[in-house]
């Protein structure tokens, strides 16, 4: 039976193979969801402007790279959840994929079980953030400011255009500076503890994030590898 919180939550899938998109759309139709299909690149960017509230990736498209199409969404929408859907084998994508901006990746062949559970996590989650009571308290660290009631980061006035993934990575940094994260823990703090496992997200969103506070001024480095057990804000950045 559907469930009638998702019922005005939209998935866009933007896969060429008609036997996964079918099934996907299936399966979460099933579970409540709004779901659209898109068989190419440029269609699943246009279907895109008609609204969606999550978007499921094939990464191998017959008119243009997926990994383009990651990267454009990204760029039209910051927290928009992304989820990528690869071929085994293709880790050097997925990684790049990461890196992009896309939230999430699963490899095919896809199990449509564990296809609703990431979607369900992800909405979830953008929901929470929706519903949440807003915090006044801007965190300030340096020349660094989080604030959580926009959730906005800025260095030197200058807004970082972080990801919502991103966001709440900083945002837990920035509000226990000098406290050590396992992998881990960052992963259940941010992502939730059904990603259990999946530590190499991290890394990737890391590395993403420290390139966004270089680009802005605050330092490549003011999130710090504590080599063997996990990451941390600087104490007393420069």
Same mark, same amino acid.
């Given at each position: 039976?559907?469930?009638?919180?998702?019922?005005?939550?939209?998935? %866009?899938?933007?896969?060429?193979?008609?036997?996964?998109?079918? %099934?996907?759309?299936?399966?979460?139709?099933?579970?409540?969801?709004?779901?659209?299909?898109?068989?190419?690149?440029?269609?699943? =960017?246009?279907?895109?402007?008609?609204?969606?509230?999550?978007?499921?990736?094939?990464?191998?498209?017959?008119?243009?790279?997926?990994?383009?199409?990651?990267?454009?969404?990204?760029?039209?929408?910051?927290?928009?959840?992304? @989820?990528?859907?690869?071929?085994?084998?293709?880790?050097?994508? &997925?990684? %790049?994929?990461?890196?992009?901006?896309?939230?999430?990746?699963?490899?095919?062949?896809?199990?449509?079980? !564990?296809?609703?559970?990431?979607? &369900?996590?992800?909405?979830?989650?953008? /929901?929470? @953030?929706?519903?949440?009571?807003?915090?006044?308290?801007?965190?300030?660290?340096? !020349?660094?400011?989080?604030?959580?009631?926009?959730?906005?980061?800025?260095?030197?006035?200058?807004?970082?255009?972080?990801?919502?993934?991103?966001?709440?990575? =900083? =945002?837990?940094?920035?509000?226990?500076?000098?406290?050590?994260?396992?992998?881990?823990? =960052?992963?259940?703090?941010?992502?939730?503890?059904?990603?259990?496992?999946? !530590?190499?997200?991290?890394? /990737?969103?890391?590395? &993403?994030?420290?390139?966004?506070?270089?680009?802005?001024?605050?330092?490549? !480095?003011?999130?710090?590898?504590?080599?063997?057990?996990?990451?941390?804000?600087?104490?007393?950045?420069?």
């Amino acid at each position: 039976m559907p469930d009638p919180q998702h019922t005005n939550q939209r998935v %866009l899938i933007i896969e060429d193979d008609v036997d996964i998109a079918q %099934l996907a759309d299936l399966h979460l139709r099933a579970d409540g969801y709004d779901v659209r299909l898109a068989a190419e690149g440029r269609l699943g =960017l246009e279907e895109f402007e008609r609204g969606a509230d999550l978007v499921l990736l094939d990464l191998g498209l017959p008119d243009m790279d997926g990994l383009e199409v990651c990267q454009v969404l990204r760029e039209r929408d910051a927290s928009l959840p992304i @989820l990528l859907m690869t071929a085994r084998g293709e880790e050097s994508d &997925r990684v %790049l994929g990461l890196e992009l901006g896309a939230d999430d990746y699963l490899t095919k062949p896809v199990g449509y079980r !564990e296809l609703v559970a990431r979607v &369900r996590a992800h909405l979830r989650r953008v /929901s929470a @953030l929706a519903e949440a009571p807003l915090d006044p308290g801007v965190v300030r660290v340096d !020349e660094l400011e989080v604030d959580p009631r926009r959730r906005r980061a800025t260095s030197r006035g200058r807004d970082l255009g972080l990801t919502a993934r991103e966001f709440d990575l =900083l =945002l837990l940094f920035a509000s226990n500076q000098g406290i050590v994260f396992t992998r881990g823990e =960052l992963l259940e703090e941010v992502w939730g503890a059904a990603y259990s496992g999946y !530590e190499h997200t991290v890394n /990737s969103h890391i590395n &993403r994030l420290r390139g966004k506070l270089a680009a802005g001024g605050a330092g490549k !480095e003011l999130i710090e590898t504590v080599w063997g057990v996990g990451y941390r804000l600087q104490d007393e950045p420069s």
